[in-house]
């Protein structure tokens, strides 16, 4: 008896220790948190990650680490985190690709879903298709007719397979009608590097890998994968005013292991919520091209498995051939 009275009154002080690192404004986490993302340093993944950690660090007096474990279109590091112990020092900044990744691939080593505590959205954003200033393709119309003229010659890059750039690409060939090659990186900056050294010919990436280039004259926007022109971006046509319909938006949230106690779940939540709806903070994200957006964790929750289920419907209207 006296042992069971132990292990629940040292159970019962584990969960307030716990939720009281992250809850006490005047008190630290017992040790410092992780933020993990599954790209390579420099993307709009890893630029993120170190402005939320930065925002996180100072409102929960914690210090928070940035750890990128690039690979598999963002899969590893899901993977990772989703067998983390869930005490709210382990979180993952997710992109659009994981809900990508939840439908284009026949199985993964974690559930999109139920492996997870979300916590909130971040913001929501759109891709460009450019290519170097040198090229020839110089615009919409421009890169249709080069792909009609020589099929499978013209490359496109992603952040990995089953990434949201990889389905912007694949749809932009069947929409077209054309027929582009997927040439899969780690993310980070080395697509762009790749395209400026004429080793690829078309970038399909974020505005924070691209709007510089463009900006400076290095890049050729030919179009935005949002409805409307973006804003930071306005000169850039939306491909859906060569390709009616076509529209692909984005998104970034924070989520912990399955199983973190909900205390620490709020915490967060409201954490974010504050940063998110700060001034300063929607500003940077807004140079990032990214539109501030925050919500409940049961939210989040509700948009992932929304859309899983949205790119499940595509690819099966595509008819792409899902992942191994």
């Known amino acids: 008896m006296l042992r069971k009275l132990a292990a629940a009154t040292s159970a019962w002080l584990l969960t307030v220790m716990i939720a009281s690192a992250v809850t006490a404004a005047d008190q630290r986490p017992q ?8 790209f390579g340093a420099g993307g709009n993944a890893d630029t993120i990650s170190r402005l939320v950690a930065a925002g996180l660090a100072e409102r929960l007096g914690a210090t928070v680490i940035v750890d990128a474990k690039p690979g598999a279109g963002g899969n590893l590091a899901s993977e990772l985190v989703s067998k983390a112990t869930p005490d709210g020092h382990t979180l993952i900044l997710l992109t659009g690709g994981h809900a990508v990744s939840g439908a284009l691939y026949k199985s993964l080593r974690f559930d999109p879903v139920q492996a997870f505590s979300f916590v909130s959205l971040i913001g929501s954003f ?6 170097r200033a040198d090229s020839s393709i110089t615009d919409l119309s421009g890169l249709i007719a080069a792909a009609k003229t020589a099929p499978g010659k013209l490359t496109f890059s992603s952040v990995g397979f089953g990434s949201t750039q990889h389905l912007v690409g694949e749809l932009l060939s069947l929409t077209a009608e054309v027929k582009l090659t997927h040439v899969p990186y780690r993310g980070g900056m080395q697509p762009l590097t790749d395209l400026l050294g004429g080793n690829i010919d078309l ?9 510089q280039g463009i900006t400076a004259g290095t890049l050729h926007g030919l179009g935005v994968t949002s409805a409307e022109p973006w804003p930071g971006l306005p000169k850039i ?10 529209e692909v938006i984005s998104w970034i949230g924070i989520a912990a292991p399955a199983g973190t106690p909900a205390p620490v779940i709020t915490r967060l939540n409201e954490t974010l919520r504050a940063m998110v709806n ?12 990214v539109r501030a957006k925050a919500t409940s964790p049961t939210e989040m929750r509700d948009f992932v498995a929304g859309e899983i289920t949205r790119w499940n419907s595509v690819i099966d209207r595509a008819g792409l051939a899902r992942i191994e």
């Open 126 to 131: 759109p891709f460009v298709v450019a290519t």
């Open 237 to 246: 046509p939306p491909i859906g005013s060569r390709i009616p319909g076509f």
């Open 31 to 38: 040790k410092s948190i992780t933020l993990m993302h599954g």
């Open 278 to 289: 700060d001034v300063a903070f929607q500003q940077k994200l807004d140079d990032l091209g």
């Open 203 to 211: 970038i399909i990436d974020t505005i924070t890998v691209t709007r």
